[in-house]
């Protein structure tokens, strides 16, 4: 059995893969460890797969997949993470811009602190219109979520197998990785690497993934703070937006009971040209809306109690 699973997850990557290979494999006879290697082709239009079938033929620990169309890089690293048999699991991307020389240091950082080890470019080899979104980026993740890493994104991270039972990657969650499994109790940290910049193919991210990662992180606070509460926060926000409602509806009632019982009010202007009016009905609508939506949400959370453990272990004696 292998002590290290690594997955590689493989877009329209042709010129790097064998000699990414080549290094992990140097690297894994320098170390006292073995390696699995496990590619995953998230739909390669260049001659990916040809180079991948080669290093699957000539070594017994190389697994390749294969999808049948791109699905993305979070499906890619679920993919290999369900065929891997090793207790520990790194990812690392395949353009050669992680160096597995770091691998033995990832190993060393985790020990028995932590279960997540998270790469920090710190010098990285990107361009500015790249690392200045990521260190916003990185810096909102921390305040919204207390998680606070130089780098959340980093493709480069070692985790114990069992983070993986836990955290189901899907859509564009790879970036929330340490988040997702810091909310179920996982211990992570981080370590500086070694980041090159990419020499072969392009990089498969644009501007795109500013907006899509910040509803992302919307999505995975709440996820991570509240899934299961829901109505906690949905109903809260309801619950605030009807009490604003009734008391602009109870003081309208009294306005208007005043105006048409007392001669002397009667030149006040009538209820449909008091603006609050609308307001108020539109609070109460927004709340009560609030509130049901709140109730489905707890509906589906407690549908979902049977197939999820509110809870994870760390040991058994
Ligand atoms: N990748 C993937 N599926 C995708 C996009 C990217 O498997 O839809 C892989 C890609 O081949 C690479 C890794 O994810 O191994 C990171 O991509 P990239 O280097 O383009 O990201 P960047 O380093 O520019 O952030
Ligand atoms: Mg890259």
Known sequence: MPDLSIIVPVFNEEGSLDELHRQITSVESETSQAFEIIFVDDGSSDKSWNVLKKLATANDNVQCIRFRRNFGKAAALRAGAAVTSAPLVMTMDADLQDDPAEI???????????????????????????????????????????????????????????????????????????????????????????????????????LERLPKGFLDLLTVSFLTGYNQRPQHVIGAIGLL???????????????????VSFEAYSTWPPLHERPLLIFSLGALLLGTQLLCMGFLAELIVNRNQESTEPYTIREKL
């Open 104 to 206: 033995p240091r990832f190993i060393e950082a985790l020990g028995d602190d932590y279960d997540l080890i998270s790469g920090w470019k710190e010098k990285r080899n990107d361009p500015l219109g790249k690392t200045l979104p990521s260190r916003v980026f990185n810096w909102m993740i921390g305040l919204m979520t207390g998680v606070k890493l130089h780098d959340h994104n980093c493709g480069f991270k070692l985790y114990r197998r069992e983070i993986f039972d836990h955290v189901k990657l899907y859509g564009e969650m790879h970036r929330f990785v340490p988040v997702l499994a810091t909310a179920k109790g996982f211990r992570v940290n981080e370590i500086s690497v070694n980041h090159r910049a990419r020499e072969h193919g392009v990089s498969k991210y644009g």
């Open 241 to 259: 937006s009807c009490f604003a409602g009734t008391l602009g509806i109870v003081y309208l009632t009294i306005y208007w009971l005043l105006r």
